[in-house]
């Protein structure tokens, strides 16, 4: 079993930045794919990037150029870096590994 925790979330004008952080609840370090997700209202929940063990990196179209994905293994956390953020990016935000999921930080982008 593993606990996800998102945080970063907020409002924020467009064009700006915000870093979103997802903290589990032990050890990452065997995990292979985590990743993170949104949903904007009435949408469904689509993916937004994954990192592998080895640090491989896989983004969706829509964010690829301005949002990075890293993680710190040892301290059990990963991130999303989001610059350059439009309207469209406005959603709540899920991270994920496995069948875990995180319980949604709010992201609100104002134009």
């Known amino acids: 079993q593993v606990q996800l925790v998102e945080s970063g979330g907020g409002l924020v004008q467009a064009g700006g930045s915000l870093r979103l952080s997802c903290a589990a609840s032990?050890?990452?370090?065997?995990?292979?794919?985590m990743g993170w997700y949104r949903q904007a209202p009435g949408k469904q929940r689509d993916f937004v990037a994954s990192?592998?063990?080895?640090?491989?990196?896989t983004y969706a179209d829509s964010v690829k150029g301005r949002f990075t994905i890293s993680r710190h293994n040892a301290e059990n956390t990963f991130y999303l870096q989001m610059n350059s953020l439009k309207v469209e990016d406005t959603a709540v935000y899920y991270c994920?590994?496995?069948?875990?999921w995180g319980q949604g930080t709010q992201v609100t982008v104002s134009s």
């Open positions: 990192i592998s063990s080895s640090g491989s990196t």
């Open positions: 994920n590994t496995r069948q875990f």
């Open positions: 032990r050890s990452i370090f065997s995990f292979n794919a």
